[in-house]
């Protein structure tokens, strides 16, 4: 993860670069999760309870965790552009 100190150094240009990145990444790591959601209910449907019908679900919480910091990362980023807007 970036410090925000580094955020200080970027241009705005790579900002928003990076933010557009990150709302790219949020449309991935959703279908990745409705993926390995289906791929569990298809493994508990076909095979009953075992490890790989849960595998595919520890899959999908690690992108969750993975995701929330890109949602504290995306936020550091609008701050960061927000306080570099002219006020008036």
């Given at each position: 993860?970036?410090?925000?100190?580094?955020?200080?150094?970027?241009?705005?240009?790579?900002?928003?670069?990076?933010?557009?990145?990150?709302?790219?990444?949020?449309?991935?790591?959703?279908t990745i999760i409705g993926v390995?959601?289906?791929?569990?209910?298809?493994?508990l449907v076909k095979n009953g309870?075992?490890?790989?019908?849960?595998?595919?679900l520890l899959i999908g919480y690690?992108?969750?965790?993975?995701?929330?910091?890109?949602?504290?990362?995306?936020?550091?980023?609008?701050?960061?552009?927000?306080?570099?807007?002219?006020?008036?």
């Amino acid at each position: 993860m970036m410090n925000p100190e580094n955020l200080t150094d970027l241009s705005d240009q790579t900002l928003l670069k990076k933010m557009k990145n990150l709302q790219t990444n949020k449309i991935v790591d959703a279908t990745i999760i409705g993926v390995t959601i289906g791929i569990a209910i298809y493994s508990l449907v076909k095979n009953g309870l075992e490890f790989f019908t849960f595998f595919p679900l520890l899959i999908g919480y690690m992108i969750i965790r993975n995701s929330a910091n890109n949602k504290i990362l995306e936020k550091e980023i609008q701050k960061e552009l927000d306080s570099r807007k002219p006020k008036g």
